[in-house]
């Protein structure tokens, strides 16, 4: 049964410490989404990849947050500093161009920043 | 600017109830549309999607029809079971983004 998985599922921190946020696309997948969702903003999309390339990350506060993929089975997402407003759930998902193009999502990772 | 909107943003029936949860979009130019199903502090599942040349789609006991000429998608729920209590959000694909609503938030009484 493929599924994208995210770890870790819940982090707290303090705020200015690093936050560092993966997931692993399901296999063959070569696009990936990274998404916020808060109870005032719902979901928003962060940053988009296909093949690994990252096309869109204009969602994302660029001072702070980055978005990379090493290789085709591991995404991350990077928080340094972090701060309380970054408080949300972050959701990976993935999905295939010329396909269904149905994006699957994982789990997601809560983060709560003191 | 594509908006997606969801009616109404909560509702309660009993169970075994048919009912109709409604997304309206703002611009027709859509390459497809998705709903999904998110339970509680959990993630999303994906329930159906139907692209933008399709006129509905159907699993089980969910039927979503999409009209993009008017703008609007309906995810219909036969015989509603509290199991289906879940908030229901539809999002709208343009270009390669999601354009998400806001959801409705289902309650099915025992």
């Known amino acids: ?114 | 600017k594509q908006e997606v909107t969801q009616i109404p943003a909560a509702l309660s029936v009993p169970e075994g109830e048919n009912l109709v949860l409604n997304c309206s979009f703002t611009d027709s130019a859509i390459y497809n549309l998705q709903w999904f199903r998110q339970d509680p502090g959990k993630g999303l599942t994906s329930l159906l999607l139907i692209q933008s040349s399709q006129r509905e789609q159907t699993s089980g006991r969910l039927n979503a029809s999409l009209d993009k000429s008017s703008g609007r998608s309906t995810l219909y729920i036969a015989a509603s079971q509290p199991g289906d209590s879940a908030t229901y959000l539809c999002a709208v694909k343009s270009n390669y983004q999601l354009i998400w609503g806001a959801g409705t938030k289902l309650i099915i009484k025992p």
């Open chain 1, 1 to 114: 049964d493929a599924r994208v998985t995210q770890t870790p599922r819940h982090k707290v921190t303090e705020m200015g410490q690093e936050v560092t946020m993966r997931c692993q696309p399901i296999l063959g997948h070569n696009t990936v989404f990274w998404y916020r969702q808060t109870m005032m903003q719902g979901l928003e999309l962060l940053a988009y990849f296909r093949n690994r390339a990252p096309l869109d990350d204009s969602g994302m506060p660029k001072d702070r947050f980055s978005a990379e993929m090493p290789d085709a089975t591991l995404a991350t997402l990077k928080i340094q500093p972090s701060e309380p407003r970054d408080s949300a759930v972050y959701f990976c998902a993935s999905g295939t161009v010329g396909g269904a193009d149905e994006q699957f999502f994982g789990p997601g990772t809560r983060l709560t920043v003191l």
